[in-house]
């Protein structure tokens, strides 16, 4: 079983800067983080991808939202089981909740586990 608590997130001000923060709890001994990412759900809106590293012991490979544009980094401690993501230039569109998504196995079960969420909010 995987836990994931989410952190960093509050208000700041357009142009400012924020640091998420997830650490992933594992209590099967016999589960295997592959992937690690942040997804944003805004009110109203589907739930989508921000930033991911995928790959458990291979180093991984991480990918971005198009909306990004630069202004993000996703880092991971996979000694430590966290993921984060440092936000510079926010801007009011990236006001959100902030979800940890986990990708991992059980054996050869696949699955996915999320956090509660940390709410970014942008505003002057």
């Known amino acids: 079983q995987v836990h994931l608590v989410e952190s960093g997130g509050g208000l700041v001000q357009p142009g400012g800067s924020l640091r998420l923060s997830c650490a992933a709890s594992v209590s099967e001994s016999s589960v295997s983080i592959n992937s690690m990412g942040w997804y944003r759900q805004a009110q109203g809106k589907q739930r989508e991808l921000v930033a991911a590293?995928?790959?458990?012991?291979?180093?991984?490979?991480?990918n971005y939202a198009d909306f990004v544009q630069g202004r993000f980094t996703i880092s991971r401690d996979n000694a430590k089981n966290a993921v984060y993501l440092e936000m510079n230039s926010l801007k009011p569109e990236d006001a959100a909740v902030y979800y940890c998504?986990?990708?991992?196995?059980?054996?050869?079960?696949?699955?996915?586990?999320w956090g509660q969420g940390t709410l970014v909010t942008v505003s002057s």
């Open positions: 590293i995928t790959g458990g012991t291979g180093g991984g490979r991480t």
């Open positions: 998504n986990a990708g991992a196995y059980l054996y050869r079960r696949y699955f996915e586990v």
